[in-house]
């Protein structure tokens, strides 16, 4: 049961089925199963490889069948993808023992009967590794990088060619876990300097503290004594932007998990209030939990709807934090599960993001600025929503300097973007 690669292949199993986000699968293993710190990496990395890569290997594994591969029982299926993965990516594994272990996980199921289909299949694409590189430099980008053909567009005419290119570049790799340091009861040096004196691998980079992919942050030292909170670069620079100041009034209209009320704390050196509130009530509870790990006080929560009136806060917020529901294709490389989405998925957002914004900005008194951000790269979901907005209510004007879209090819591991709103 603490074998790596059966872990990873129930794993995956539970994914295709659908039965649950790949996220949440791979933590509910990791706490439940005893590894080492190398499983777990082999792990995660085993069960992210195949779902980053799932129209790259189905490509290759196509003309080694007889059928398409989705008439195949999903056990095969699966056992496949998991096995191609480790012979084309996995350098450090020998071929034979990658054939050798995928047939064993078949004789785990009921699926026996295809052992020789496995066995066979994986042996022929081991022997065909330098044809196969050929065929996979040669193949359309939506291939190559396993991006669904309409993402690949959207980019292309939203943002060019060779940005695009970038793009897809930069979401396959393996994005590093960003931890914001809490000024309240640290400092950047002194966590960095305790993390290396536990033989911690990680970078300072202003604020923040960067570490390798894999790590479990609620593991780290210093979790539990709220010395960090995990936060991606762009959205913290996204707080930093907006510059709320101590003795302010921060309102957070879509605050859950909390990342950004977290930031504006810390701006605000925990002196005087952030109201956080949230469409789901039942997500309001992990930003409480966290503000007393980060000895934050001046935090309050509330379910809401965003797009429904804020009743007396309206006109008394100095700053407001808009960071609103999206298609999430800036973090497709924390979260793989985005590639399966329908273009039809997304089309109603900037509607409702509009209806946030439009709703948001009452709450800023005269000279309030408000932060409208998403974690996405689609224009649709983010300066048209905010340039509508503009062109509607002349007593708004944009930041200057803004807006601003991050790439994960820059100094965000993100596709993020930021435009801030100025009450005259």
């Known amino acids: 049961m603490n074998n790596p690669r059966y872990l990873a292949f129930q794993s995956l199993l539970r994914c295709e089925s659908g039965s649950r986000y790949s996220n949440l699968e791979i933590n509910a293993v990791l706490d439940k199963n005893p590894l080492t710190q190398a499983d777990k990496g082999l792990y995660t990395a085993l069960v992210y490889s195949v779902l980053e890569r799932e129209m790259l290997l189905d490509y290759l594994l196509k003309d080694y069948l ?74 359309p980008l939506n291939i190559r990088y396993s991006m669904p053909e309409w993402i690949v567009d959207l980019w292309m005419k939203d943002y060019g060619e060779e940005r695009a290119l970038a793009i897809l570049e930069g979401f396959s790799k393996k994005p590093p876990l960003t931890l914001r340091v809490n000024t309240l009861k640290t400092t950047p040096e002194e966590l960095y300097r305790a993390f290396k004196d536990k033989n911690i691998q990680c970078e300072v980079n202003g604020d923040m503290i960067v570490l390798d992919t894999g790590v479990d942050p609620e593991r780290l030292y210093g979790f539990d004594e709220g010395l960090f909170f995990v936060q991606g670069t762009a959205s913290a620079l996204a707080v930093k932007s907006l510059a709320p100041t101590p003795e302010s009034v921060v309102v957070d209209t879509c605050a859950c998990p909390g990342g950004k009320s977290f930031a504006a704390a810390l701006s605000l050196e925990n002196k005087g209030k952030i109201y956080s509130f949230d469409l789901h009530k039942s997500k309001l509870g992990l930003i409480e939990k966290g503000a007393e790990r980060l000895g934050i006080s001046i935090i309050e929560v509330e379910p809401h709807d965003a797009r429904e009136s804020f009743g007396k806060l309206e006109g008394r917020a100095d700053y407001v934090i808009c960071d609103v529901p999206c298609s999430g294709l800036g973090v497709i490389s924390k979260k793989p599960d ?51 907005l503009l062109k509607a209510y002349p007593e708004l004007e944009r930041a200057k300097g803004y807006p601003v879209t991050y790439f994960p090819d820059g100094e965000s591991e993100d596709g993020f973007f930021t435009d801030i709103i100025v009450r005259k």
């Open 338 to 388: 985005i590639r399966s989405k329908k273009r039809e998925d997304i089309e109603r957002l900037p509607e409702i993001q509009y209806a946030i914004l439009e709703n948001s900005v009452r709450l800023l008194k005269n000279g309030g600025r408000l932060l409208y951000s998403t974690c996405t790269l689609n224009k649709e979901e983010n300066e048209r929503v905010t340039d509508r």
């Open 66 to 139: 007889k059928m398409p591969i989705e008439r195949l029982d999903r056990e095969v299926r699966v056992a496949l993808r998991l096995g191609v993965v480790q012979l084309y990516f996995f350098d450090k594994l020998p071929d034979h023992a990658v054939c050798d272990e995928t047939v064993e996980l078949i004789k785990s199921t009921k699926k026996r009967s295809a052992t020789g289909l496995v066995n066979a299949v994986l042996r022929s694409l081991a022997r065909d590794k330098g044809k196969n590189t050929e065929k996979i430099a040669a193949a």
